[in-house]
Each structure stands twice: as C-alpha cells, then as structure tokens.
C-alpha cells in the first residue's frame, strides 16, 4: 500500500489521501465558482474553463462539469439578463487515481434534500487494513463472557 508522509502527523493511507483529495477539489469548485454571470450561451464554456482548471491539481485523471443554467432563478431583462451559477445548476463528476487506487465522486444538487450533495460514487485499489480488536471484545466492542 502507498503511503504519503508530507510532515508531522497521521500517514495517509494512498485511498485515504485520494478520497480527501476528491472532496477538496469537489468543494474547491462549489465555493470558488458559485456566484460568477451564466447564461445558456456560456454555460458550456464556463464548464470547460472549470474543468481545465481542476484538472491542473493533483491525481486528477478525469473531470467533467455540466452546467445547466435553466435550474437557475430568474433572467435579468435586457442586453445584460443573465443568471448567477447557484448550487442547482451544478453537475461535476472527478476521477482521481494514483498507482494503486482509483477515486470517482461527484458533486450534484438533490433536491429531495435541497442541497448540494458531494458522494464517493466508486473506490478501487486496496482494501484498508482490518481494525485490530481489542482482545477480550467483539466487533462491536462489548465484553464477551467468559
């Protein structure tokens, strides 16, 4: 299993460190993107100038963003209507890999929940180790009776 040690601290298994990294960049775009003039006609490049961006960092293999400006509220009139990118509009899709593990997580807005909702869709590489059991408990961690 790879192991990461960037300074003092708890090491990082390569699964761990990969599915901290997903929800970094995840939230990176909510925060960072949230706010900025969308229209129907700039959607799609405002999606691939977010894409190009996260994909500079780190371990990212693939990135997809859809934006979907008619989930928005009201169109301002004239020459300068437009909409502000909010939470519903969003669609963002990461793929993280490093030599032995494979990361997949998503960003979308549920609306059952009324909230953006980042979700680990899909992990591949190694399994974490077992937690050791303390001897005399159960997994659970109830005394046994002797």
């Known amino acids: 299993m790879s192991r990461r040690r960037s300074g003092p601290g708890p090491r990082l298994s390569s699964r761990e460190t990969l599915l901290f990294e997903a929800g970094i960049k995840l939230g990176g775009v909510f925060h960072q993107y949230l706010g900025i003039p969308v229209s129907r006609r700039t959607a799609s490049a405002l999606a691939r100038v977010i894409e190009g961006a996260v994909g500079l960092q780190p371990f990212v293999r693939r990135v997809s963003v859809r934006i979907r400006p008619e989930r928005g509220g009201p169109v301002g009139r004239g020459r300068y209507g437009y909409r502000?990118?909010?939470?519903?509009?969003?669609?963002?899709?990461?793929?993280?890999?490093?030599?032995?593990?494979?990361?997949?997580?998503?960003?979308?807005?549920?609306?059952?929940?009324?909230?953006?909702?980042?979700?680990?869709?899909?992990?591949?590489?190694?399994?974490?180790?077992?937690?050791?059991?303390?001897?005399?408990?159960?997994?659970?961690?109830?005394?046994?009776?002797?």
């Open 84 to 146: 502000y990118l909010v939470p519903e509009m969003l669609e963002v899709r990461v793929e993280l890999a490093d030599e032995t593990t494979e990361v997949e997580a998503t960003l979308r807005h549920r609306r059952d929940l009324h909230y953006p909702l980042m979700k680990v869709e899909r992990v591949r590489g190694p399994v974490p180790p077992p937690r050791r059991r303390r001897r005399g408990a159960t997994v659970t961690g109830r005394l046994r009776q002797r």
